[in-house]
């Protein structure tokens, strides 16, 4: 089991960000790994470029339950 010691953004570009993350241990099959002798001994430090949602919804066919939705969230939101 892989167990994560930290994530930094290096670059953001909308969506599409570079992110740099330090592993616990050595995984070379891991996309963008290079090994590296850490703080706590073998690391594995990873380069790569994800795409992180910078929205979600719901899609449906009901309308009236999508206007339901929007209601029900004004009505937490607002009162």
Same mark, same amino acid.
């Given at each position: 089991?892989?167990? *994560? *010691?930290?994530?930094?953004?290096?670059?953001?570009?909308?969506?599409?960000?570079?992110?740099v993350?330090?592993?616990?241990?050595?995984?070379?099959?891991?996309?963008?790994?290079?090994l590296?002798?850490?703080?706590?001994?073998?690391?594995?430090?990873?380069?790569?470029?994800?795409?992180?949602?910078?929205?979600?919804?719901?899609?449906?066919?009901?309308?009236?339950?999508? *206007?339901?939705?929007?209601?029900?969230?004004?009505?937490?939101?607002?009162?």
């Amino acid at each position: 089991m892989r167990e *994560l *010691l930290c994530e930094e953004v290096v670059e953001k570009h909308g969506a599409f960000e570079k992110v740099v993350r330090y592993w616990r241990g050595w995984f070379p099959e891991l996309e963008g790994a290079i090994l590296i002798n850490g703080w706590i001994g073998k690391e594995t430090k990873q380069e790569i470029t994800i795409i992180r949602p910078k929205r979600t919804f719901v899609v449906c066919e009901d309308k009236q339950w999508v *206007l339901n939705i929007e209601e029900e969230e004004q009505r937490v939101y607002h009162h």
